[in-house]
């Protein structure tokens, strides 16, 4: 059983504030993760994808992963009304000539009020 | 990132009826996949559809209720079978990426069972 979990929230910061999403997998071999973001009514949209131990900055993101304590996570600093979606955790086994499934969280709701 | 589009967008169909979802993609791609997303929840995959290939069921869901169709590289079709109401949800398709590192979705098919 490969399992992905998530705390659901929902998770509430004022804005400019530092959203912390966290997410920890069952499967030691999990290769690829990554975080996705879903506006309500909308699909999911890839917002960052980590693959090796450390931190990975994109802009207002940061993706930690910690492969020894199987978690990863998401930083959004400076945080924007605009932010305000479901965040899904998504990790896969392999890394390679194919991806193949990806294994999902629930979602961690977040909310950035004015 | 691949572009992709699903028809229909939403539908609301009668108990015992089929429909069938397209998704159809701007590029080759090797594997397809569709995905369920029921009110509130996070995404359970249906099946993995790779072209020339018979479509790789989830445990869960079966080819008679979920029959699916790869005819090409660019393009599948999901069919939901004798509907019930339980099977009200959106529906997504999703893509590798051309390096195979990440997975694109489609803009959903919302359906509505009555």
């Known amino acids: 059983q490969k399992e992905v979990e998530q705390n659901s929230g929902p998770l509430s910061v004022p804005e400019g504030a530092i959203a912390s999403l966290n997410c920890t997998y069952s499967?030691?071999?999990?290769?690829?993760f990554f975080w996705y973001r879903q506006y309500s009514g909308k699909s999911p949209e890839l917002i960052m994808s980590i693959y090796s131990n450390g931190d990975k900055e994109d802009g207002r993101f940061t993706a930690q992963l910690n492969k020894a304590s199987q978690y990863v996570s998401l930083l959004i600093r400076d945080s924007q009304p605009s932010d305000s979606a479901t965040y899904l955790c998504?990790?896969?086994?392999?890394?390679?000539?194919?991806?193949?499934?990806?294994?999902f969280g629930r979602g961690t709701q977040l909310t950035v009020w004015p | 990132s691949a572009v992709i589009s699903q028809k229909p967008s939403r539908d609301i169909c009668q108990r015992g009826t089929s429909l069938t979802i397209q998704c159809q993609v701007d590029s080759q791609v090797t594997m397809m996949f569709w995905y369920r997303q029921q009110p509130g929840q996070s995404l359970t995959l249906i099946a993995t559809a790779n072209q020339g290939s018979e479509a790789t069921y989830e445990s869960g869901f079966v080819i008679d209720k979920f029959p699916i169709s790869r005819p090409n590289l660019t393009f599948s079709t999901l069919t939901v079978s004798n509907m019930s109401p339980e099977d009200s949800s959106i529906y997504l398709c999703s893509v590798e990426s051309a390096l195979a590192d990440t997975q694109y979705f489609g803009p959903g098919t919302r359906l509505t069972v009555l």
């Open positions: 998504a990790v896969n086994l392999s890394r390679g000539s194919t991806l193949g499934r990806l294994y």
């Open positions: 499967d030691r071999g999990s290769q690829s």
